[in-house]
């Protein structure tokens, strides 16, 4: 995807965060390993998980959400991966249906039908149903705004609104075009939006902060094309998840765009072994990070 192509989509997609914030009491530790095994790829321990608690933790949507999360690592995780896509759109209208947005509602169940409305945009737009997404979006706006100012009582709204407030703002300075699509939406503040993630970037809950910083790298190596500053955000989240395909994926993007090619070619080797030693990844996985490296570093050549 073209950088300046990403700006636009991933504020209409609210940059869906692989979410693995709060769970509810009893169930805390279960949906909490189920969101650390998808982190580190083990991908079928996720599933065996999900599978052996569906009947019990099905009125918890907290762990629908874990759910959604999953099918759509696993959906950016493979080309052979699309039916992932069906699977989070019966998850969401399932939760959707059970779950609705009114005045006694909680922070955290506020938090998680943000999160769950903002995957269906997503899944829509890399359907390239724009329409659709655009109607997802207009939900999603009607439910994150009751959030806006709750930042400081309950911290995950510090990454909602600070990805809310930085790529609107973004969305808006570079696409006027749209700016009659955007009209129906509250203006973004940039630096506001950078003030908060950073905020969350410090947070004590591991979680919040590996959100933040995940962001906080595709924002410096997207947008600003700060290269130093997106690796800096990129080791952080390998040293926690070194197994994590994705993240190794950026730091050879990183290098590649900052011109260490040596590094960068250095890199899809380690992808190649942290894929070829994962016994929970299909084959097409196996490949699927690997031959997108290939194919960036023949392009630059």
Known sequence: MRTDSFA?????????????????????????RIYTETSLYRFRTADSLIKANENRCKSNPTFHLAVINYYWWKLISGQQNAVYAKKITERIELVARNNKVNSQISDHELFVLISIYAFQARVSLKDHAYF?????????????????????????????????????????????????????????????????????SLSDDMKIKQEAEYFLMKIHFDIHHDYKEA??????????????????????????????????????????????????????EKRYFVDESLKELNKRN
């Open 8 to 32: 636009l989509l991933v504020w209409l997609a609210l940059l869906i965060l692989p979410v693995h914030l709060f769970s509810d009491n009893a169930d805390n530790k279960l949906i909490d």
């Open 132 to 200: 659709s997404a655009l109607s997802a979006l207009s939900t999603y706006y009607s439910i994150i705004k009751q959030s806006f100012g709750r930042e400081y009582r309950y911290s995950p709204f510090l990454l909602t609104s600070g990805l809310y407030q930085f790529f609107s703002g973004l969305a808006r300075d570079r696409y006027p075009i749209f700016s009659p699509l955007l009209n129906q939406f509250a203006s973004g503040n940039m630096k506001l939006g950078l003030y908060y993630l950073g905020n969350a």
């Open 231 to 284: 690796e800096k955000y990129c080791q952080l989240l390998i040293k926690k998840y070194p197994d994590n395909l994705l993240f190794q994926y950026y730091l050879f993007k990183i290098w590649l765009a900052s011109g260490q090619v040596a590094k960068a070619t250095d890199q899809i080797e380690v992808l190649e072994r942290l894929s070829k030693r994962n016994p929970q990844l299909t084959p097409d």
